[in-house]
């Protein structure tokens, strides 16, 4: 009999093992798990602000309830004052999961910067009473207003009229319409005149601030120093007309992104020959050609009157 009863406690000891195991996994107190990842390269939620662009990131989370109980699961989304959408609350089974989406929304061309992201769930109810303990689970990410390009170029004199034998300087503003410093790439085509480099940039390069006044830069103009073959206007005039165009490129746009923006002006440029100054030339010339003949003829005829006077006076000295 003493046998019978100590192989009967030995099998209930057995059978009774696995249950207390299985209810050991569960907690018997409120409980909840949540675990969050962002489906961008960098890793934390990436939201794009360029103009057309849906300003919206987002992270994929999952939220379990580990416990005994049937959960009452409050979602909470902090994202230093970005807007943030989630699930307001999910009801969760014991030993459930759920997943579910948490969008966050940026201002359009807001500047570009890193945001603190906090999602919390936590347990409301269990069984539909208040949870007997504080449950809560947090995942900490980084939400990052990405950077675009932008840009707008103005010059100052569509029309410039330059005259011959001069420097002059050209200038033109450059507006920075990104979110974010940007560093601008200058440089000039159809810039050549009388087969010579007329035109030339100070740098190749300039940093703007975003969305503030614009930056100036200016390219130098060496006029040629005579254009006196120029064909001649209705004025009649010697002139020559050069447009040039005036090239600026976002390094960003085009080391980061697979659109290289840029923006390009055609300036016109009409030299022109001082007509006064070539008249005053030709016109001294024309003076020092008239003096040197007027002082040859007047110094024959000095000679030929002094050689009369001497024969006049040996005439009348034989007499």
């Given at each position: 009999m003493r046998i019978i009863w100590l192989v009967f406690i030995l099998l209930t000891s057995s059978f009774a093992s696995p249950l207390v195991n299985n209810?050991?996994?569960?907690?018997?107190?409120?409980?909840?798990?949540?675990?969050?990842?962002?489906?961008?390269?960098?890793?934390?939620?990436?939201i794009a602000v360029h103009p057309g662009a849906t300003l919206t990131g987002y992270a994929d989370c999952t939220v379990s309830n580990p416990s005994l109980h049937t959960e009452k699961i409050a979602i909470e989304v902090t994202a230093d004052g970005l807007a943030t959408a989630a699930p307001g609350s999910i009801y969760l089974a014991s030993g459930d999961e759920s997943d579910f989406q948490v969008a966050i929304r940026a201002d359009s061309q807001m500047?570009?910067?890193?945001?603190?992201?906090?999602?919390?769930?936590?347990?409301?109810?269990?069984?539909?009473?208040?949870?007997?303990?504080?449950?809560?689970?947090?995942?900490?990410?980084?939400?990052?207003?990405?950077?675009?390009?932008?840009?707008?170029l103005e010059m100052t004199n569509p029309v410039a009229m330059i005259e011959t034998g001069t420097i002059e300087s050209l200038q033109y503003k450059i507006y920075n319409q990104g979110n974010g410093i940007d560093q601008f790439i200058l440089s000039t085509n159809g810039d050549v005149v009388n087969?010579?480099?007329?035109?030339?940039?100070?740098?190749?390069?300039?940093?703007?601030?975003?969305?503030?006044?614009?930056?100036?830069?200016?390219?130098?103009?060496?006029?040629?120093?005579?254009?006196?073959?120029?064909?001649?206007?209705?004025?009649?005039?010697?002139?020559?007309a050069v447009d040039v165009e005036v090239i600026v490129k976002s390094q960003f746009s085009c080391e980061y992104t697979n659109e290289c923006m840029s923006m390009s002006l055609t300036q016109k440029v009409i030299f022109f020959q001082n007509q006064t100054l070539e008249e005053l030339t030709e016109a001294n010339e024309l003076s020092s050609s008239t003096d040197q003949q007027m002082l040859i003829y007047g110094g024959t005829g000095a000679t030929l009157l002094f050689l009369l006077f001497i024969f006049f006076a040996m005439r009348k000295k034989q007499s």
């Amino acid at each position: 009999m003493r046998i019978i009863w100590l192989v009967f406690i030995l099998l209930t000891s057995s059978f009774a093992s696995p249950l207390v195991n299985n209810s050991a996994a569960q907690s018997v107190v409120a409980a909840v798990e949540l675990s969050c990842t962002a489906p961008y390269p960098s890793g934390s939620v990436e939201i794009a602000v360029h103009p057309g662009a849906t300003l919206t990131g987002y992270a994929d989370c999952t939220v379990s309830n580990p416990s005994l109980h049937t959960e009452k699961i409050a979602i909470e989304v902090t994202a230093d004052g970005l807007a943030t959408a989630a699930p307001g609350s999910i009801y969760l089974a014991s030993g459930d999961e759920s997943d579910f989406q948490v969008a966050i929304r940026a201002d359009s061309q807001m500047a570009v910067q890193s945001r603190s992201l906090t999602i919390t769930a936590s347990v409301q109810e269990t069984s539909g009473l208040p949870p007997p303990n504080l449950a809560e689970s947090s995942v900490n990410m980084m939400a990052n207003i990405l950077q675009h390009a932008g840009l707008s170029l103005e010059m100052t004199n569509p029309v410039a009229m330059i005259e011959t034998g001069t420097i002059e300087s050209l200038q033109y503003k450059i507006y920075n319409q990104g979110n974010g410093i940007d560093q601008f790439i200058l440089s000039t085509n159809g810039d050549v005149v009388n087969g010579v480099s007329a035109f030339s940039l100070p740098f190749t390069g300039i940093e703007v601030e975003p969305n503030g006044p614009p930056a100036l830069f200016r390219i130098t103009v060496n006029t040629p120093a005579d254009g006196s073959d120029w064909p001649l206007n209705a004025d009649g005039v010697h002139t020559l007309a050069v447009d040039v165009e005036v090239i600026v490129k976002s390094q960003f746009s085009c080391e980061y992104t697979n659109e290289c923006m840029s923006m390009s002006l055609t300036q016109k440029v009409i030299f022109f020959q001082n007509q006064t100054l070539e008249e005053l030339t030709e016109a001294n010339e024309l003076s020092s050609s008239t003096d040197q003949q007027m002082l040859i003829y007047g110094g024959t005829g000095a000679t030929l009157l002094f050689l009369l006077f001497i024969f006049f006076a040996m005439r009348k000295k034989q007499s």
